[in-house]
């Protein structure tokens, strides 16, 4: 009598064969057959591996960010005439560009640790197209192919896209009716394999690139230089462990190499429906050029309610990259 063996979708998602790092970075028509072919079985083994893992797997939540932005927010979804307590949290580097406490300290060697057991739970990932295909390129959004679909992430990313990204844009950029859309993806710069980023502007009305470096992981060089158009000059800022920066997609920005340890990141996007983006928010980022603009929302007509509350229509599918 034959045999039959239940393989359950953790293994055979382990035993997958992935497309060739050269094919990947080539993106041949193959990659992409590839990851929307094995979607479901790979949403399929993350749910499993959670639950494998139930009993010493971290579920990430909203508790390991920064508490007094944890306050701010909470307050202000309460109550939206308390959002100037939200913006006082943010340092302005130049127009259009914050930055802020994002994840606690004593919190985020718990995320890392997260972010570890994802890297080594032997199930495939995508990572953004043009690097190395370092560990930690991961990409974020249910839009991407092959993305980290964990339920208890995804729970965590739609967080921090719709609680606090969303109406932080809204209130320190001014992305209202440009931001229905989330997009992510992580990164780790290293002297060796993905060490800079030239000079671009992003496919977003906004952006907010988040360090998970621990305090005790320092690095050199990384520098990331802001060109402010008003006065023509280029302000440069290091990331600091936890800290964000947020600004919009059109500020443009480069990443100096760096030059000693790593420096690991997660940065997530916002945009309009079918990629759109508010007049003059132009990008090159991965090689695209965007001309999806339309203009200016009426700024002075947008209330403090409804920059606290969420979008009405549903998600699309298209991803920039």
């Known amino acids: 009598m034959k045999t039959i063996i239940n393989i359950n979708a953790l293994e055979l998602a382990r035993a997958l064969e992935l497309p060739s790092r050269e094919a990947s970075l080539n993106r041949e028509a193959s990659v992409s057959e590839f990851w929307k072919d094995n979607r479901k079985l790979l949403e399929e083994a993350w749910a499993e591996w959670e639950v494998e893992n139930k009993d010493n797997l971290l579920l990430p939540d909203?508790?390991?960010?920064d508490p007094k932005l944890r306050k701010a927010?909470?307050?202000a979804w309460e109550n939206p005439e308390?959002?100037?307590?939200?913006?006082?949290?943010?340092?302005e580097i130049i127009p259009g560009v914050y930055e802020t406490q994002f994840f606690d300290l004593e919190r985020l060697a718990d995320f890392r640790k997260y972010l570890e057991d994802v890297v080594n739970s032997g199930i495939p990932r995508r990572a953004p197209y043009g690097i190395q295909l370092n560990r930690y390129g991961i990409m974020l959004d249910p839009r991407s192919e092959?993305?980290?679909?964990?339920?208890?992430?995804q729970a965590f990313y739609n967080d921090i896209m719709d609680r606090f990204m969303r109406p932080i844009a809204r209130l320190l950029l001014g992305t209202y009716g440009y931001d229905n859309q989330t997009f992510g993806f992580s990164i780790q710069?290293?002297?060796?394999?993905?060490?800079d980023l030239h000079a671009h502007t992003d496919a977003?009305?906004?952006?907010?690139?988040?360090?998970?470096?621990?305090p005790d992981e320092a690095f050199t060089g990384s520098i990331v230089d802001f060109y402010d158009k008003d006065s023509g000059k280029t302000v440069q800022t290091t990331f600091e462990p936890g800290k964000a920066i947020i600004h919009r997609g059109n500020v443009p920005h480069a990443t100096h190499p760096i030059t000693s340890g790593q420096r690991s990141n997660l940065v997530v996007w916002l945009y309009g429906d079918r990629m759109q983006i508010a007049r003059g928010?132009?990008?090159?980022?991965?090689n695209i050029s965007s001309s999806n603009t339309i203009k200016d929302v009426a700024l002075e007509n947008v209330t403090a309610r409804q920059r606290w509350s969420l979008p009405e229509g549903p998600k699309d599918t298209v991803a920039p990259f």
């Open 62 to 65: 909203e508790s390991l960010l």
């Open 73 to 75: 927010i909470n307050d």
């Open 82 to 91: 308390k959002e100037n307590a939200v913006a006082d949290l943010w340092e």
């Open 146 to 153: 092959g993305h980290l679909a964990a339920p208890s992430f």
């Open 189 to 195: 710069y290293n002297p060796d394999k993905d060490k």
């Open 204 to 214: 977003s009305s906004a952006t907010l690139n988040i360090n998970t470096n621990l």
């Open 281 to 286: 928010s132009t990008s090159s980022y991965g």
